[in-house]
């Protein structure tokens, strides 16, 4: 079946410590997306990529950062600059702009 | 600024009908989406609305008005497993697909 794969499901940084969150869809979508969801608040905007080799920050982008070599992958990096990173991160696609998005199960980051 | 407001829970009996409602205020609109939202997993897509009216999909409906800057989410014959956090979205821009969500609605389904 076609989806969306986030891994790993629940994750733990050290301070100062650098993170990669894996985002693998096999759904032939152009578009990906990282959310972050805190407790109270909507799903906000990390970054996008709407094509292989591009992407666009988002409304919250600092302190993160993300690759997209591969239509299938959209890896996000929490760096050690995000001071609060702890918060349910999502990924999604879209085959295009006017279609809906589709999510995967998210990663939990928390701080130790 | 962008604003997406919607009741923060609600609470409904099992067979019942409920509404949740979404008011927008934002710089563009493009359309409004609807997810849903179990707890600790990933929203799942119900409707999409880009022009006024009614969308009717099964026992959800969802319903726009563009000039109220006003959408619904019409849930019928409540079931136990409809207990789940729903999310408004509204696309800004065309031809782009970032969207703004509002905090979303906890619904709590009783028997």
């Known amino acids: 079946d076609g989806g969306i794969t986030q891994s790993p499901k629940y994750l733990f940084r050290k301070e100062g410590q650098n993170v990669t969150l894996s985002c693998e869809q096999n759904l032939n979508h152009d578009a990906m997306y990282w959310y972050r969801q805190d407790p109270g608040q909507g799903l906000r905007l990390i970054y996008y990529s709407q094509i292989v080799n591009d992407f666009q920050k988002g409304d919250i982008a600092e302190g993160y950062s993300v690759s997209r070599e591969k239509k299938e992958s959209f890896p996000l990096t929490v760096t050690s600059a995000q001071k609060n990173p702890t918060a349910f991160y999502l990924c999604?696609?879209?085959?295009?702009?006017?279609?809906?998005?589709?999510f995967g199960d998210g990663t939990r980051l928390s701080i130790l | 600024g962008q604003n997406i407001d919607q009741p923060t829970e609600m609470t409904a009996t099992e067979g019942a009908i409920v509404q949740i409602n979404c008011t927008y205020q934002?710089?563009?609109?493009?359309?409004l989406f609807w997810y849903q939202q179990h707890a600790g997993e990933a929203p799942t897509f119900l409707s999409y609305n880009v022009l006024d009216g009614l969308e009717e999909k099964g026992r959800f409906s969802s319903f726009l008005s563009r000039s109220k800057g006003y959408s619904y989410l019409l849930l019928k014959e409540l079931q136990m497993k409809d207990s789940a956090s729903y999310l408004c979205?509204?696309?800004?821009?065309?031809?782009?697909?970032?969207?703004?969500f509002g905090t979303g609605t906890r619904l709590q389904v009783f028997p």
């Open positions: 979205a509204v696309r800004r821009d065309y031809n782009t697909d970032k969207l703004i």
């Open positions: 999604a696609s879209s085959i295009d702009w006017s279609q809906p998005q589709h």
């Open positions: 934002t710089s563009g609109f493009n359309g």
